[in-house]
């Protein structure tokens, strides 16, 4: 079972997780904005102390590292010969800082713009259309949810998670969820949903 656990003071518009990788060792992480007002180790032992979990009594520190995650796509992903994939063109779900799916996704649709390119069919200042059509309003509505969770207060995000509950959303996920392409997921919901 994973932990997610949000608090603007502690995890400055982001969020704390906890990862079990077995009975004996488990991940602990956070994440903060550049723009809070400390650093990740500062915070990462606020979160530890002030979580009080008991997974970490008597808890060694096996591992530990720090990393920036960026969370929206750059502005210009092409230039001259020089085309950016991944972390480097920002292609990151701002809700939760995972780049796997839209990275490897974009990398593929880089590939094919590049034998077009070697071909003679196409030019390589396409692939900035190209993945910004198929994957931009994915990325654009992540933005967003991230914009709502990482600004509304412990109090706010617990009540929003009560009303979801009540409407439903948890049949709602197990049906048509996707949690990489929200777009997808309300196309589902729209054309499965409507279809019924
Ligand atoms: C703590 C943490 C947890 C995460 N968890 C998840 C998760 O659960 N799911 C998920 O989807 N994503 C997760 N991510 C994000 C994910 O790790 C990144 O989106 C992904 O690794 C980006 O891949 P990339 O190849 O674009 O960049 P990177 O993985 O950063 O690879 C870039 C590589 O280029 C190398 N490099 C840099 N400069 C040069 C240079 N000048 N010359 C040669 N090589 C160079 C670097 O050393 C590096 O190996 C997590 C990130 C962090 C920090």
Redesign the pocket.
Known sequence: MVGLYFDNRIAHRFFGWTVPYSDTKIEV?I?ISDRAKTTSLVAFRRFVAESDMEELEGARLVNG??????LAARRRTVMGNVAL?????G???AT????????VSC?KLLAHQVKKVVDGKGRLEDYEGVWRKRYGMDLKMHAVLHKYYSTVDSRGLGMFFKMSKLFGSEQFFSKYGDMDRPSLMLKRFFLRGLAK
């Open positions: 992480g994440g590292y720090a990393s920036v995650i960026p994939v991944g972390d480097a063109a292609q990151v779900k939760t800082g995972g780049g796997i799916i839209f990275g990398a």
